[in-house]
């Protein structure tokens, strides 16, 4: 599915590279080997889950203009009074492994803490997404970390 050097997003930890493949255990399980530009962490991967746990590919750079109209969107949807319901709806978005999905959590938290603030569950989770978000697009549209910041966050105020 994967090949060395091949860049790709792990959904709970943002983009990364595969450095290597590892055969592990009695059984020769094959692992990739992950490199995630988030606190230069790696992370072992079998082969076989790839799917199961959301790994795949970063999206192409023509896709980053979808991702920022996500962004941009007007959020008026049903928003959730209740923080602790509203975490829970958020973190299974960011499961999903869908930087559409993440985009949404990002756009919504950020406007959210614009308007009334964050509880600090969301503060963390809001950096989290963030991280996620802005690790691929940093990768999809070779831009430095500076650059996609600005990016998302003019997004998000609508500029």
Do not use: C
């Amino acid at each position: 599915m994967f090949n060395v050097g091949d860049y790709i997003v792990h959904p709970m930890h943002g983009a990364g590279v595969v450095e290597a493949l590892e055969k592990r255990g009695e059984e020769n399980i094959i692992y990739f080997v992950l490199r995630l530009f988030s606190g230069n962490l790696k992370v072992l991967v079998p082969s076989d889950k790839t799917e199961q746990i959301g790994v795949r590919r970063v999206i192409p750079e023509d896709e980053i203009a979808s991702v920022l109209k996500v962004l941009q969107r007007d959020d008026q949807e049903k928003i959730i009074p209740n923080w602790n319901h509203r975490y829970r709806a958020n973190l299974e978005k960011i499961r999903t492994g869908d930087i559409f999905a993440v985009a949404e959590v990002v756009r919504s938290l950020m406007r959210q803490d614009q308007r009334k603030g964050l509880s600090s569950g969301e503060k963390k989770m809001l950096e989290s997404a963030f991280q996620i978000l802005s690790s691929e697009l940093i990768l999809a549209g070779n831009m430095d970390e500076m650059e996609v910041e600005t990016l998302i966050k003019e997004a998000v105020a609508g500029e």
